[in-house]
C-alpha cells in the first residue's frame, strides 16, 4: 500500500500525497488573479465568452469565475462559492470550493480581483449609427391609420424587440411619420420581415416586400428590405359593399363581413367602403310592412322610406341607419 511521503499516512487515490498534505503543498485549482468583466455602458449588457447578454452582475461574474477556473482532475468539485471581500461590485471577492479529493472532504479557497472594463456592444453601436436592414412603412388604403391600429402596431413591435433581445440587430433605429403613415427601421432584415407579418395577421391587409443594394460587402450584394404593410380600407363597424351586397364589417383581420339585408356572413374580396362607422347614426322605426319600412331620420327628424332588411321590425324598434347614394339603408340593431 501506498503511504503519504509527508505523514504516513495511507493513500487510497492516484495522487502522491493524502488529499489533507496535497491542498497544503498544491494547488488543485487555479484562476486568473483578475477576473475582468466587460460591460455595455448603454445597454449594460456583458459580453460573455464573446457574446453579449442581458445578465446581472452576479451571473456575469458567475460566467467569468467559470471560464477563468481549472480545476485538478481527482477534485470533484461540488459547490463553488463567490462572495465579496470588499464594498461595491468591483474589488475583492473570495471564490471558494468544495467537493472531494481522492475521496475526502475539502474547501478551498482563493482570492480575486474583479475588474469592469467598458465597451460598446456591437447593437449599440450599429444602433447609435443608424445602422439598418429593413423598414416597415405602415399605411392605410384610402383613410389615416387609427390610434388604436397604431397601439397594436406598437405593441407588437415592442414585443417582438423585447423577444429578441440578444439579437444583435435587434433594434428600431428609426421612427419617420409621414403624411400617408409611418415608417420604423429596423436593424434587422428579419425583425422587419416578422414584424410586418405580426401586423398583416391582426390587422389584416397586404405586405408589398421590395429590396434595394445598399452596399457591397466581401465581393456580395447588401441589401435593404423594405415591408410596406397596406392595412384594408374598411375597418371593423364600417359599412362596405362586396359583390353587390351591402355588409357590416365583423372583423378587419379575418376579412369577414355581415350582410345587412339578410344576416348571412360574408367574406369580403373585393370590398368598396361606402360608410364609416362613426357615419351610422341610431334611428327608429316609425311602420313597417313587407316591403317598407319608415325611419326618423336622425338629423332633419323627418320620416323617411328606408331600404329594408329581411327582418322583422316594429314600430318604436332602435336601428341604426346610414346614407348612401342618396337612400337610406337600415342595419338591424343586432349587427352594430
Ligand atoms: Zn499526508
Ligand atoms: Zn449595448
Redesign the pocket.
Known sequence: MKR?P????PIKGNLE??P???VERRDVFWLDDIIELVKCPRCEFFKIRGRWKGISFEDALVEAVYSSLRVIPEFKVEDVFISPLTRGEVGKYAVRLEGSLDGEFISVEKVVEVRVRREVCKRCSREAGGYYESIVQIRADGRKISEEELEVVRGIIERVIERERENQKAFISKIVERKEGIDYYFGDRNIGKKISRLIADELGGKIIESKKIHTRKDGQDVYRFTYAVRLPAYRKGDIVEENGRICVVMSQKLGKAVSIDSGETVNLRNPKLIARRDEIMESVVVSCDEFVVEVLHPITQQVVQAIKPKIDLKPGDTVFVFEHGERIYVIPKELI
Open positions: 503519504c509527508v505523514c504516513g499516512k500525497m493524502c489533507e498534505c496535497y
